[in-house]
């Protein structure tokens, strides 16, 4: 099944301890994406990735950091999370140009 | 930062009935629009995708893309119960960053 994988669903962590949510998909596509979404804020583009080893900037990137070593993996890690990071984040990927994005099922991430 | 711009709703509508949704888009040269449905604490999913001015219909749902004064809409005709969610406006612009609405809330009410 093509699909978006995204791990841990569920998160609760406390400030400043670091940690890495996955995303993997296997449908071959070149682009890939962080997204997170708040209340009343919408979908926010945190990093994206054109392909391997090219990552830059979305809209909102301070406190992320993200990599992309292999076609199929595009793993977000948080240094140090603080309580403002805090939100639902998705990764999404798509072939490039303008195909439609496709969305794994999200991460709840609490930080206390 | 290029906006996208959706009516804030919430829209309710009785089962059956059309539900229009508007969207605009500050990008004068975005190339694609999406529309995205997402339920309440899941991924958004892809209902429609429209890249050429005009009517783009799939089944009960038609996107319409005016270019020239920068909209595109969602109609949802006969709409359902199962129809109640909140609908993204996505736009991708030449450099194909998408960007996305805040996002309309419909409730159809039975």
């Known amino acids: 099944e093509a699909q978006v994988t995204q791990n841990p669903r569920y998160l609760i962590t406390v400030t400043g301890k670091k940690l890495t949510v996955t995303c993997s998909q296997n449908m071959n596509h070149e682009y890939m994406s962080w997204y997170r979404q708040d209340p009343g804020l919408g979908l926010r583009q945190i990093y994206y990735?054109?392909?391997?080893?090219?990552?830059d900037k979305g809209d909102v990137p301070e406190g992320y950091k993200v990599s992309r070593k292999e076609k199929r993996n595009f793993p977000l890690i948080l240094e140090s999370p603080s309580p403002n990071q805090t939100s639902l984040y998705f990764c999404a990927s798509s072939f490039p140009g303008h195909s439609p994005l496709h969305f794994g099922n999200g991460t709840r991430l609490t930080v206390t | 930062q290029k906006e996208v711009e959706q009516n804030s709703g919430p829209l309710s509508v009785p089962e059956g009935a059309i539900a229009s949704l508007n969207c605009t888009y500050s990008d004068r040269g975005s190339q694609s629009f999406f529309w995205y449905r997402q339920y309440s604490g899941k991924s958004p999913e892809l209902i429609m995708f429209i890249y050429s001015n005009g009517d783009k219909e799939d089944g009960r749902f038609t996107a319409q893309l005016n270019k020239a004064s920068q909209y595109v809409s969602l109609l949802i005709r006969d709409s359902q119960p199962s129809d109640s969610a909140t609908y993204l406006c996505?736009?991708?612009?030449?450099?194909?960053?998408?960007?996305f609405g805040a996002g309309t809330t419909v409730t159809v009410r039975a």
């Open positions: 996505a736009v991708r612009d030449n450099d194909y960053k998408l960007s």
């Open positions: 990735s054109m392909n391997v080893e090219v990552t």
